[in-house]
């Protein structure tokens, strides 16, 4: 009976911690005193070969290089759509930017912006008691009621569109006002033919944020918006890298990184921060000199090729995620959103949404997304791309390349591209074809059929202009009269 009770009681403790156990890694929560801090910085097409810890031979960033080496480095992490406004809207709902009607680059024209009905990241931390600060480039609409005062931000400084959407920029085909700069909903400020202080601008009022936010969580997002032209660089930087303006620039950029890590440091928030950094697509090639490096990649900016859409992306939460973690499965910036969810214990947002939650991936190389596949829309609502595992397959499409014959040029103004057309599927091995120039369709077709059957059930929910479907599934952006 003695022997029996013993093992009864240890059997119930055996439970009780297995439970206990399962709960942990099934259900991450955290008291309302350990929620921790987010940054995320978001940066304008910046290439995939422009770091030192993704191969640049000539743009030193040892401050990237070194989060890097203290968090989890991602390989094969894809933007959903290669162009800005398109691409925030992805990373800030954790949706499909296609099904939100927000395509392309929104201008002061522009009579739309995201919907104030989507949950934005800033709007789902709120409830839990966050601060929320955004400062840089917004690109989610000008009007009021979709600046990021209306859409979950404390405090909002920056620029509404592009830094090219200005009347100086020699390169504008369309008459541009002055470049506003807004604090929260109000011009204070217009900017005209020098830009140079943005990043430091933009950095000193990120760490201001911080120290003033230090005893309470807060989610701060730095959307910089350099390196795309026109380029400036502040005196600090200027002359100081071997890549000439653009160098310069993503220097400066990492040298932003560094003050942002600095500051938790300073003020004692390292430890409970997580810092997230990612451009919002490839390099925007025809800008020459003026235009980054997509590295090993092929094709950049405006294209579904892996240097349009595949971008560098760092991830680092000190004592949370293993230091020099490199994840090489495919990951996408819709997933960012249900990730924060999931570590800070945030509800994700009432209207559906597309990302999952990849916060396995940020503990374990070998762990892979919960997705079936990635779809890439691009050209408002067609659907180009699939990325499945290892496997990128491409549907036929029209896409731009820079055109043959055209000299070099280091001078701000661009080159032309002109068009290809892809007649045929085609079909990629990442791993072991990073460029992407074998295309193995014929010796797949087991491969090409299960990815057909995704790429049909994408059409049926969200549409495909390739083969003029509407999507069942679709919600429209904000509109203004």
């Not at 049909?456 to 679709?474: F, I, S, T, Y």
Request: charged residues 20%; negative net charge; aromatic residues 10%.
């Amino acid at each position: 009976m003695r022997i029996s009770a013993i093992k009864i009681a240890f059997t119930i403790i055996l439970i009780g911690f297995v439970r206990f156990a399962c709960l942990a890694i099934s259900d991450f929560k955290l008291t309302e005193s350990e929620k921790p801090n987010v940054i995320l910085i978001f940066i304008d097409d910046l290439g995939y070969g422009d770091l030192g810890t993704y191969g640049s031979p000539d743009i030193v960033t040892p401050n990237l290089d070194q989060m890097a080496k203290e968090g989890v480095k991602f390989t094969n992490f894809y933007v959903a759509q290669a162009v800005c406004s398109a691409s925030r809207a992805a990373l800030l709902t954790g949706t499909y930017s296609n099904r939100l009607g927000i395509h392309g680059a929104l201008d002061h024209t522009a009579k739309h912006g995201l919907n104030p009905e989507e949950t934005t990241i800033a709007e789902m931390l709120k409830p839990l008691g966050y601060q929320t600060g955004m400062f840089g480039k917004w690109h989610l609409g000008h009007q009021p009621e979709f600046l990021p005062s209306s859409q979950g931000f404390d405090e909002y400084y920056g620029i509404p569109y592009s830094n090219d959407m200005w009347p100086n920029h020699p390169q504008s085909k369309n008459y541009y006002p002055p470049l506003p700069l807004y604090k929260n909903d109000k011009v204070v400020d217009t900017l005209f033919s020098d830009q140079s202080m943005l990043t430091t601008r933009f950095t000193d009022m990120a760490c201001d944020f911080i120290g003033r936010n230090k005893e309470n969580p807060f989610f701060l997002y730095l959307a910089h918006p350099m390196p795309h032209v026109p380029l400036f660089v502040s005196d600090k930087y200027k002359g100081k890298s071997q890549k000439g303006l653009y160098g310069d620039v993503v220097m400066e950029i990492d040298w932003s990184v560094g003050e942002v890590l600095k500051a938790l440091k300073d003020n004692g928030l390292e430890e409970n921060t997580l810092v997230i950094f990612l451009s919002d697509n490839g390099p925007w090639l025809s800008y020459s000199g003026h235009s980054g490096s997509a590295g090993p990649l092929k094709e950049g900016k405006g294209t579904s090729w892996d240097g349009g859409v595949k971008i560098p992306a760092i991830m680092k939460w000190k004592g949370h995620f293993p230091a020099g973690l490199v994840q090489e499965n495919p990951a996408m910036s819709i997933d960012i959103l249900p990730t924060i969810a999931r570590i800070t214990g945030a509800d994700l947002p009432m209207l559906p949404i597309d990302g999952k939650s990849i916060f396995p991936m940020l503990t374990d190389a070998n762990a892979t997304s919960q997705q079936e596949a990635y779809f890439i829309y691009y050209n408002r609502n067609q659907l180009q791309a699939v990325v499945m595992g290892d496997w990128k397959l491409y549907f036929p499409h029209k896409y731009r390349s820079i055109a043959p014959g055209q000299a070099f040029r280091n001078d701000g103004n661009p080159i032309d591209y002109y068009m290809i057309e892809m007649k045929e599927m085609e079909l990629y091995h990442i791993p072991s074809d990073p460029s992407e120039s074998k295309n193995v369709v014929a010796q797949n077709p087991e491969v090409v059929a299960k990815m057909k059957i995704l790429a049909e059930k994408a059409r049926e929910d969200m549409g495909d202009a390739l083969q003029n479907r509407e999507g069942k599934n679709n919600r429209h952006p904000g509109k203004v009269n």
